[in-house]
T-cell receptor
Framework: ETGVTQTPRHLVMGMTNKKSLKCEQH?????MYWYKQSAKKPLELMFV???????ENNSVPSRFSPECPNSSHLFLHLHTLQPEDSALYLC????????????FGPGTRLTVT | AQTVTQSQPEMSVQEAETVTLSCTYD???????LFWYKQPPSRQMILVIR??????QNATENRFSVNFQKAAKSFSLKISDSQLGDAAMYFC??????????????FGTGTRLQVTL
């Protein structure tokens, strides 16, 4: 499945580093999402963008900063993370008012040391 | 707020047999969507099947079918003729009727399905 791609696939960073996760969708969708998946917890919706405008921020700490420069690209900028931020970060996209299904990328496995 | 409950953390099925994964949800909405997603060890979340709440007919996709009971707020997934490739985490998800122009999915905690020979 190459409809939604994410880079990097794995990332190890220290608590003082700054890094960015990238997501790109090739499906012509108009909404994009960031999720956090931690062990033994339901997927947590972090951010939602529709038509490049952020429509939801689910009480996410400010050390996570999203950016959506266009409808195909979504970034998650990370800085001064904590070890509890280690998780799988999933990007998804959907075509609203047509089908509503969300299509997911393969995820970025983030480890904060 | 909507909640989704998957009460079976793990299930096991023999190859070629049938297994049913359960999901219940809580909502005050009358119009919504429900989904089952599969997440194999590769971690890619894959859509298995969707159901619109206004449709009485249960959705079917090849070996996958659902039993949607709107009054009971139940949405179970039946996998027939199970195959080794069906081994994965299965997540039930509810799509809220969103006021904006994007979806909001609420996921259950997942059911890990093992397929044995």
């Amino acid at each position: 499945e190459t409809g939604v791609t994410q880079t990097p696939r794995h990332l190890v960073m220290g608590m003082t580093n700054k890094k960015s996760l990238k997501c790109e969708q090739h499906l012509g969708h108009n909404a994009m999402y960031w999720y956090k998946q931690s062990a033994k917890k339901p997927l947590e919706l972090m951010f939602v963008y529709s038509l490049e405008e952020r429509v939801e921020n689910n009480s996410v700490p400010s050390r996570f900063s999203p950016e959506c420069p266009n409808s195909s690209h979504l970034f998650l900028h990370l800085h001064t993370l904590q070890p509890e931020d280690s998780a799988l970060y999933l990007c998804a996209s959907s075509q609203e008012r047509i089908s509503y299904e969300q299509y997911f990328g393969p995820g970025t496995r983030l480890t904060v040391t | 707020a909507q909640t989704v409950t998957q009460s079976q953390p793990e299930m096991s099925v023999q190859e070629a047999e049938t297994v049913t994964l359960s999901c219940t949800y809580d909502t005050s909405e009358s119009d919504y969507y429900l989904f089952w997603y599969k997440q194999p060890p590769s971690r890619q979340m894959i859509l298995v099947i969707r159901q619109e709440a206004y449709k009485q007919q249960n959705a079917t996709e090849n070996r996958f079918s659902v039993n949607f009971q709107k009054a009971a707020k139940s949405f179970s997934l039946k996998i027939s003729d199970s195959q080794l490739g069906d081994a994965a985490m299965y997540f039930c998800a509810y799509r809220s009727t969103y006021t904006g122009t994007a979806s909001k999915l609420t996921f259950g905690t997942g059911t890990r399905l093992q397929v044995t020979l």
